[in-house]
């Protein structure tokens, strides 16, 4: 089991990450934004410079587009895909991993997660899914978003000293939500937090090997947890996602493996990015207190300061595709099978689109032009949802708390392509009655 655990982690994410450690020490930037510690704190005057390279880059091993033009190109190009989910592997080590994969340890971006399909496996579960997702079904959400944030916000209206937003509410809203929509009953929601925050690890190339070991004892038990809620859920369905892809039949019917990915992947890619979304709302808004005051005059301007607070820090800063013929982006021919790097943090600060990109403006009247839900076929199914949840939560503690302060120094994950905070120590200060 031990050499399993450590081939399948070498072969996903250990040799990789050697390959690019080794690249970024020849001097390749693109391995950079993926291994480099260093830009971790800050990585967007790294993201210029490659920029200034070109809308593409291409290294020996690895290309990238820069430019908002180039990676949109890149996204709806119907010649890349995501190459089986291990896009940056070459064929025979891709297969021999997914020969090594169990059902039990199948992570969110192991086939036959949607993220690591294409058409047309991809486009089926996305039609069956995307039925959850309409903007009817998102707004049947909001009542129950707006109940749990005011909830969370009564529980803290007692604290007088620091609070950590981030574990205490950016957290625990998301994972509400995530909750409903897998129908998961709410004495498992400690866990299943627990779980997701592990299994979301994977979503990142440069997994070491501890963090892996974590990670897929955490999805072994979140596979349990979710067979025992199917079982339930075929007995006696709720009216949530889960239930209702469970009781599929005829054509559209799915297997077990199928329903586990995909209960899995909603979580590891609805919970976390959610949670850095909300993180940077608060750290944007305590760092422009100009911004807040517009808010409250104007409160009209929510969504669209949700717009800003993504396009200027994405909670998913970059995505992987594989060329699978020789591909022409932005006017330059890349070679088949390369691994190209859509680097969405750089394309939503990229000045011919967005002018003093750098300034976080929550009135930019295109910053809904930003892709940090991606694009093209794989474009985030739960977008919807997602802002809403941003809007509510934000807002939400904003109209509470209007004094919230920062009192100490954020701390980030150290995931690279999930980019967000761990604990934002505030002090809430003046309370205004809930509405
Ligand atoms: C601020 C929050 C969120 C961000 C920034 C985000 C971002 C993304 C991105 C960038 C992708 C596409 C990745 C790629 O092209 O390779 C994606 C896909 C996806 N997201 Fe989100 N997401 C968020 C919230 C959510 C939520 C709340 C859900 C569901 C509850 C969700 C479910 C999914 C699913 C199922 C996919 C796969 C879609 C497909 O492959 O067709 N996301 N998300």
């Known amino acids: 089991m031990e050499i399993a655990t450590l081939t399948r982690w070498y072969l996903g994410f250990g040799l990789g990450r050697s390959l690019l450690r080794m690249a970024a020490r020849r001097g390749d930037m ?63 080590l891709r297969r021999l991993l997914a020969g090594l994969q169990r059902a039990q340890v199948l992570g969110p971006m192991d086939p036959p997660s949607m993220l690591a399909v294409d058409a047309p496996r991809h486009t089926r ?50 994972v509400a939500v995530i909750g409903d929509l897998l129908g998961i009953p709410d004495d498992q929601r400690d ?14 190339p440069g997994l070491g090997l501890a963090a892996y070991r974590r990670a897929e004892r955490s999805i072994r038990e979140l596979h349990a947890m979710i067979e025992a809620h199917i079982v339930r859920l075929r007995e006696n369905p709720g009216e949530d996602l889960l239930s209702r892809l469970v009781m599929l039949e005829g054509e559209d019917a799915l297997t077990d493996v199928e329903l586990h990915a995909i209960a899995l992947l909603t979580l590891g890619a609805g919970f976390e990015t959610t949670v850095n979304l909300i993180g940077h709302g608060v750290l944007l808004l305590a760092e422009h207190p100009e911004q807040r005051a517009l808010l409250t005059d104007r409160p009209e ?53 967005f002018p003093e990109p750098e300034r976080f403006d929550v009135t930019r009247a295109n910053a809904h032009d930003h892709l940090a839900f991606s694009a093209g076929e794989h474009y985030c199914v739960g977008s919807g949802l997602a802002r809403l949840e941003g809007a509510i939560a934000l807002r939400t503690l904003f109209e509470r708390f209007p004094d919230l302060a920062v009192t100490g120094t954020p701390e980030l994950r150290e995931t690279r392509v999930l980019r967000g905070y761990d604990r934002i120590p505030v002090v809430l200060g003046t309370r205004v009655a809930a509405g």
């Open 125 to 174: 579960y996305r039609k069956l899914i995307s039925r959850e997702f309409t903007a009817r079904a998102v707004a049947r959400h909001e009542e129950r978003i707006q109940a749990v944030a005011e909830r969370l916000l009564d529980d803290l209206a007692a604290e007088t000293g620091d609070v950590d937003i981030v574990q205490r509410y950016a957290t625990l809203l998301p």
């Open 30 to 92: 693109i391995p950079r934004a993926l291994v480099d510690p260093s830009l971790q704190a800050d990585p967007y005057p790294f993201f210029e410079e490659l920029r200034a390279r070109g809308p593409v880059v291409q290294e020996r091993l690895t290309a990238a587009t820069t430019s908002h033009a180039a990676t949109k190109e890149l996204l709806r190009s119907p010649d890349v895909g995501v190459g089986g989910g291990h896009g940056e592997l070459p064929k025979p």
């Open 301 to 353: 301007l929510w969504p669209n300061a949700v717009e800003e607070m993504l396009r200027i820090q994405p909670p998913v800063q970059f995505t992987l595709r594989v060329t699978y013929v020789p591909t022409t982006i932005a006017g330059q021919t890349i070679a088949k099978g390369m691994p190209v790097t859509a680097m969405i943090a750089a394309a939503n600060r990229d000045p011919s689109v």
């Open 191 to 204: 866990e299943l937090l627990r779980l997701g925050n592990d299994a979301a690890l994977t979503l990142d």
